[in-house]
């Protein structure tokens, strides 16, 4: 099984982040075209991003919530992309003026190198998107 890890430090408070991954405009913020979502255990998660050959929804569902700290969604099996089946962890702590995010996405799929890379690319990118938009508020 391949674990896809990824850390990035944003100015700003957890509080902030948190709405961002867990809030349909924060979502659309950095991640997603569309939402939908029920922050809660066990509440489904969707998200539509644009792909190569048009939209992809990828679903699942909240597993765990620790508000400001801790968020973990297992993506269903018939989802539609190259999420489906995962287990994605976001985990969210406090330095000084900043916060570190950091994801551990999870999946056998992604002993495939190619879909690693990909998934691995989109994580870089989002992540990036996100910082940039927190930090230009």
Do not use: Y
Request: aromatic letters at 8%.
């Amino acid at each position: 099984m391949s674990t896809i890890r990824r850390q990035i430090t944003i100015e700003a408070s957890p509080r902030t982040i948190w709405a961002a991954l867990t809030t349909v405009e924060g979502l659309k913020s950095w991640l997603a075209d569309d939402a939908s979502l029920i922050p809660i255990a066990t509440g489904r998660f969707s998200v539509t991003m644009e792909g190569d050959d048009g939209p992809l929804t990828e679903t699942g569902r909240f597993h765990t919530i620790r508000p400001t700290s801790k968020l973990e969604i297992h993506f269903d099996k018939t989802s539609g992309g190259s999420w489906k089946g995962t287990a994605l962890t976001f985990t969210i702590a406090r330095e000084g003026s900043q916060t570190v995010v950091n994801i551990l996405h999870t999946c056998t799929s992604f002993d495939d190198a190619a879909v690693f890379k990909d998934v691995d690319d989109t994580w870089r990118r989002a992540l990036i998107g996100l910082r940039d938009g927190l930090e230009g508020t």
